[in-house]
């Protein structure tokens, strides 16, 4: 990385990370940003199959009332997958839960499949094709070195290492509640992620990041789950579920 790289990774963390960790800043007043490339679609059918996919993963029953969409993340999720938007996870076992579900629910497609032979009806859904390139931000070689720095989590410094190329990608967030809010900050700069997942579980900070992120006015299509609900295997189970609705786009 260069110095002039460098220094302006220096003024962003500055801005971005202003004691975020346990206070949310209240959110700017900026022009909106037009939306209407993502109102083509008010799916509440693919919306329901989000839904299901959360809760079968949870065992928890309040996805079906209690998940948030908004500005129709599932129009922005299949434009993101048609356009080969880059993918961002906060952390590795995010990648796991991501592959092993896209194999469990291939397997489970190919059982419904063969029962469907007997029955000379088409399958009711494709299988999900070769999973696309996902980076995982904290385990960028300067992560380590950034976090230690500027004290924040390896998460946080690998989304503010990635800032110039998380624009127009899909962000998943599992685990860390401060990387998630410094991607809300970065949207409020105009640094927009195509779509936000945010799904870090438990009390506290993670709780106030999710109501961050659901409350701002971002104008960045969004999924999350408020509460101290969510979790990887939730985050996992929901970006799988986009992967299968853009393929039976298709």
């Known amino acids: ?29 900026d022009k909106p940003r037009k939306t209407e490339e993502f109102k083509e679609i008010e799916d509440t059918v693919n919306e329901n199959r989000i839904r299901v996919s959360c809760i079968e993963v949870s065992g928890d029953i309040e996805y079906k009332s209690a998940l948030i969409f908004k500005l129709h993340p599932v129009t922005a999720g299949i434009k993101a997958f048609k356009y080969k938007s880059q993918i961002f996870t906060d952390v590795p076992l995010l990648d796991v839960a991501i592959a092993s579900r896209v194999l469990e629910e ?5 059982r419904i499949k063969d029962a469907e032979v007997f029955k000379n009806a088409e399958p009711v859904s494709k299988r999900i094709g070769v999973a696309p390139e996902i980076i995982c931000v904290s385990e960028h070689p300067k992560a380590a070195e950034f976090a230690q720095k500027y004290n924040i989590s390896l998460a946080a410094a690998g989304f503010m290492i990635y800032k110039d190329t998380i624009k127009n990608s899909i962000v998943i967030i599992g685990k860390d509640a401060s990387a998630l809010l410094g991607v809300c900050r970065l949207a409020e700069r105009g640094i927009r992620p195509y779509l936000i997942l945010g799904f870090p579980a438990g009390i506290d900070t993670p709780k106030n990041a999710k109501k961050y992120l659901a409350d701002a006015d971002l104008e960045t299509p969004l999924i999350t789950m408020p509460q101290t609900k969510g979790g990887i295997e939730a985050a996992a189970a929901c970006f799988v579920e986009l992967m299968k609705i853009y393929e039976d786009s298709l």
């Open 106 to 110: 291939n397997l489970k497609l190919d």
């Open 1 to 29: 990385m260069s110095d002039e790289e460098h220094k302006s990774t220096d003024i962003s963390i500055g801005d971005i990370y202003d004691n975020l960790s346990t206070v949310p800043v209240p959110p700017r007043k």
